[in-house]
């Protein structure tokens, strides 16, 4: 079963707009990770927050953290070509990563 | 630093026939991952190795997977015989210590057609 949920599912935006997806899921974690793939470069681990962090940034990345709505956010200012891909959210349970289906977000240019 | 490293790429069998995905994880990371990722879904675990040692094997199909992590460094998985369900893509992954604290670090995946 899965434990992270994304939404939307799919996502088109115009290059330079900034591009928000969104993971919800069930049961208490640890931390949670994002991942991108896309067709060139495969599974690639964008971001990882802990539980008893509220935001993190990397470079034009921002992920935050609501545990009291056991939701997590990320956001991708000035959008890019590159930033075409699949975005996942990854969250621990019982020792492992479980992962929601993705966002497909394709940046038009 | 060479990243993780699966071959083949890609493998058309016929519905019955036995076949081998390999993975040589980074240099150094003790724990390692196979899943299966099915189009339009997020990989899902089938097995992970701490060095030679498969801690969660829970969701591996025993009844014609297989897996060995010999030495505790490269990984074989098999499937015996192959089913129509089992077309997918095959990834790898390799971490520097267990559990979920640590990133992952995939290799490119090896997709799987049964015909």
């Known amino acids: 079963s899965q434990q992270g949920e994304e939404d939307p599912q799919a996502l088109s935006i115009q290059e330079g707009e900034n591009a928000t997806m969104n993971c919800s899921y069930k049961?208490?974690?640890?931390?949670l990770q994002w991942y991108r793939q896309n067709s060139g470069r495969g599974l690639v681990h964008l971001i990882l927050i802990r539980s008893n962090e509220r935001e993190k940034h990397s470079g034009r990345l921002r992920v935050t953290l609501d545990t009291s709505k056991k939701s997590s956010s990320l956001l991708i200012t000035a959008s890019r070509a590159a930033d075409t891909a699949s975005y996942f959210c990854?969250?621990?349970?019982?020792?492992?990563?479980?992962w929601g289906a993705g966002t497909k977000l394709i940046i038009k240019p | 630093e060479a990243g993780v490293v699966q071959s083949p790429r890609y493998k058309i069998i016929e519905k019955k026939q036995p076949v081998a995905f390999w993975c040589n994880p980074i240099s150094g990371h003790n724990t390692l991952y196979w899943y299966l990722q099915n189009l339009g879904q997020g990989p899902e675990l089938l097995i992970r190795y701490e060095n030679e040692e498969a801690v969660d094997d829970s969701q591996l199909p025993k009844d014609r997977f297989s897996a060995e992590r010999l030495k505790g460094v490269d990984s074989t998985l098999k499937i015996q015989p192959a089913e129509l369900g089992d077309s997918a893509v095959y990834l790898c992954?390799?971490?520097?210590?267990?559990?979920?604290?640590?990133?992952?670090?995939f290799g490119p995946g090896t997709r799987l057609t049964v015909t």
């Open positions: 990854a969250t621990d349970s019982n020792y492992q990563l479980i």
């Open positions: 049961t208490s974690i640890n931390n």
């Open positions: 992954a390799s971490s520097t210590g267990p559990g979920t604290s640590y990133e992952q670090y």
